[in-house]
Structure formats: structure tokens, C-alpha cells
């Protein structure tokens, strides 16, 4: 049997993070004894948990002692991180050591350095006194990276505490939460964020238009509630689509029903786009006459458009190269403290990869699969809201915005 000791620390008990840990260990197919428990006495105190983990062999605990790093149970620290230099750019040292998106520091000639920008799934490097995430793509011959797990520590993430609806997500997903009060409290955390200077960012999905609740976010947007949009070429165009021909994929927006050859207004919704240049331009002629991607223009709110293989045209503004629209991505990120994940998938898991675990996030779906799924691809801060995008963005404007 191979052996290890690791230590958790924070609000590990009611935030149920003691309780994950030991299920993990078990469904592992491990053993544990626990060491040490020292509880907090009240809500505001921290508590602590050592435990000494036990494997069948060593790279199945290896294994193990990776998962339990994502819920903040880190190896009784031993000795400094093992920086190795990468040899080629964009290839990794074996063995590297794979990031999450928790706060995380590690252990360098005895201090200790913060990681600076918290991303799932990259590398660390370590250099000029500076501990930062780096993707596989943008790490270049010579980086020090960090391999292994030796002198590399994460903290527990932690759920909104207090007396609001939140207090009950103990299931984190469901369908049977009261919606009013959900989206009351998810439009107080916003304001509240704003008013200490974060941005609030809105990952959109093509059935926010479909469900007509684009003029909805376009009112976030306009009042200054939405700081940055992520989206692709699908939402760009059915947002574009609705407000020069009043249809969202040929169903009219006003009677609900397919309209003669409306099946290719969104093709030519995207070629007088491409006319033009760009979304910038076809507002500054007139083409665009308003929607969201109208406002975000004309309050310089920045957006990115990432594009996928199914798209069409794409408008001209979609970034078609993956790697670059992920680079865009990060580049917006910066001040972020809440995101909102409207009826998008594939966007809202790119991005959830890209955001701290500190982020808010608050993902809105009519299907729990996609909520479920944020969480399960290591978003775990992520809240989960099963309801119609349509109904969740108009209260949330009532709430943010007013009649």
C-alpha cells in the first residue's frame, strides 16, 4: 500500500467539502484514516482536516491525490516546487503539473508565490518572481514549468454564505428552486458586484434570441449591467436576423410562425454583414438599426465571437481560429467577478474553463444536462439554474433595470 497525508482547510464542513473528499477517496477504490479534526466553532470560523489517504499502488494514488486537489485537500507540503525547463514552445515537460481554477500557490526557495491568473487545464510557470497559468499553446522553449505536485497547494472553494436562497443549493442543480427568489438574489449579487467595481459578463446562446429575450439583454447592456459578451456566430446572426427582418431562423419574432423562404434570412442577414465589413460598420450605416449586438457597439461594450464548424457565413467579426478566440477570450476577462451563462453550452463550458473559480457564475438553462455538465467539466463554482432563459432574463430586468 502506498500512503499519503493531506490537509483541507476553510469552510470544509458546511460547505459539505469534507464530505466530497471522503466519498472521492472511497469511490476510489482507497482507504483513509483521519488524523486530525479541528472544527470551527462558529460559521465564521475556518476548520481543518488531516487525513492520511491510502492506495494500492503508487500511480494510483498519484491519481487520486489529484482529484482531491480540485476540492482543496493538498499534500502535506515536504519541500519547493520542481521547476523543470520546457524544451520546445508549445510542448510541455512530462509529468507537468495541470492547473485548476482555484486560488493556488506554490512553494519557491522556501516562499510562498500566488498564481496571478487561475485557469483550468494550463501549466504553471515560475519566473522573475512571478507565478502565473500559461496554456500548452503559449508556453515557449526554456519556461520554467512546475512538474508534479511537490510545493503546489489550492484552496477550498468556498459557496456564498448568509441567509438567501443560495443557502439551501446543497443539490446545486435542480429544477425545484423558487425561481423569484433566485433570480432577486442572482440581480442583488449583480449589483453588488458592480457597485465594488467588478464587470459582469454574459455568455449567450442562439435560443436567448429564439425566445425573444434578446431585447432583454440588449437593456442589460444599454443600462450598463453587462460589461463583456461572449458568444458565436449563431447568436451574433439571429440577434442581427431579428432586428433587420424581424425573424430568428425564418419564425417571425412578433407571430411566431415560419415565414416564407425565411429559412435563409439568416444567410443574408450575414452577407449584408459581410457587405460591410463588420457589425461596427453595418450600425454606422444604418443596416443595424438596434438588438444586442447594435448596443454593444454603441456603448463600447467589447464582445467576442468565437466561431464552430457549423457556422455559417461566419460574420465577419467571428474569430475562426479556436486558439485565437480563446486568447480573446482571456484577454476580457480581466475584472470580471460574474458571469452569466444564458442558454449556451459549448460557450459556457469554453468559458467556464477560462474562469477563476472566485468568478460567480450562474448558469441558466431549460435543460439540466447542460448545468450539470458545467460543473462536471471542473467549473464547480458554477450555480445552476433550470428554468426558461426567456422568463429568467425578463425578471432579471425587472429587477435590474425596472418596469
Known amino acids: 500500500m502506498e500512503t499519503e497525508t493531506v490537509e483541507l482547510q476553510g469552510h470544509i464542513i458546511d460547505s459539505l467539502i469534507l464530505a466530497k473528499v471522503l466519498d472521492v477517496i472511497l469511490g476510489a477504490g482507497a482507504d483513509y484514516r483521519v488524523v486530525d479534526v479541528d472544527i470551527g ?10 487525513l492520511e489517504v491510502s492506495a494500492a499502488d503508487r500511480a494510483g494514488l498519484d491519481r487520486l491525490l489529484e482529484q482531491l486537489q480540485v476540492h482543496g ?164 446572426t439571429h440577434d442581427i436576423e431579428s432586428n433587420v427582418l424581424g425573424t430568428s431562423l425564418g419564425v417571425s419574432m412578433s407571430e411566431g410562425t415560419p415565414t416564407e ?21 453595418a450600425v454606422a450605416d444604418g443596416f443595424l438599426p438596434g438588438g444586442v449586438m447594435h448596443d454593444c457597439v454603441k456603448k463600447g461594450v467589447p464582445f467576442v465571437l468565437a466561431g464552430s464548424i457549423r457556422d455559417d457565413g461566419p460574420l465577419p467579426d467571428v474569430y475562426t481560429d479556436v486558439v485565437e478566440a480563446a486568447d480573446a477570450m482571456r484577454a476580457q476577462l480581466g475584472g470580471v467577478t460574474v458571469a452569466l451563462m444564458l442558454a449556451s453550452t459549448l460557450h459556457a463550458i469554453a468559458t467556464g474553463n477560462l474562469l477563476p473559480a472566485g468568478v460567480e457564475t450562474y448558469c441558466v438553462d431549460i435543460n439540466q444536462a447542460v448545468v450539470t455538465k458545467l460543473a462536471d467539466r471542473g467549473s464547480h463554482q458554477a450555480l445552476g439554474i433550470v428554468t426558461d432563459v426567456g422568463l429568467f432574463l425578463r425578471d432579471l430586468v425587472g429587477e435590474l433595470c425596472g418596469p
Not at 498564481?115 to 522573475?128: F, G, K, Q, S, T
Not at 443549493?169 to 425545484?176: G, K, T
Not at 423562404?261 to 444567410?267: D, R
Request: net charge positive; charged share 25%; aromatic share 4%.
Open 41 to 50: 466553532r462558529t460559521n465564521a470560523d475556518a476548520s481543518r482536516a488531516r
Open 73 to 236: 485537500a493538498n499534500r502535506v507540503v515536504r519541500g519547493d516546487a520542481v521547476l523543470v525547463p520546457a524544451e520546445r514552445d508549445g510542448v510541455l515537460p512530462a509529468g507537468f503539473y495541470s492547473t485548476t481554477n482555484l486560488s493556488t500557490r506554490v512553494l519557491v526557495g522556501g516562499g510562498w508565490l500566488d498564481v496571478e491568473n487561475p485557469e483550468m487545464d494550463c501549466a504553471l510557470v515560475v519566473a522573475d518572481g512571478r507565478a502565473r497559468t500559461v496554456p500548452m499553446h503559449r508556453i515557449g522553449a526554456g519556461d520554467p514549468v512546475v512538474v508534479g505536485m511537490e510545493g503546489v497547494e489550492v484552496v477550498a472553494p468556498s459557496r456564498p454564505r448568509g441567509s438567501t436562497p443560495f443557502e439551501f443549493m446543497s443539490s446545486e442543480v435542480s429544477s425545484e428552486k423558487p425561481k423569484a427568489l433566485v433570480v432577486a438574489e442572482v440581480a442583488r449579487r449583480i449589483a453588488s458586484a458592480k457597485e465594488a467595481g467588478g464587470k459582469v459578463l454574459a455568455v449567450c446562446g442562439p435560443a436567448v434570441v429564439h425566445t425573444g429575450a434578446a431585447p432583454d439583454v440588449a437593456r442589460l447592456v444599454r443600462e450598463g449591467w453587462v460589461d463583456v459578451l461572449f458568444a458565436g456566430n449563431g447568436f451574433a
Open 261 to 281: 423562404h425565411g429559412h435563409a434570412n439568416h444567410l443574408r442577414a450575414i452577407n449584408e454583414v459581410r457587405r460591410r465589413g463588420s457589425i461596427a460598420a
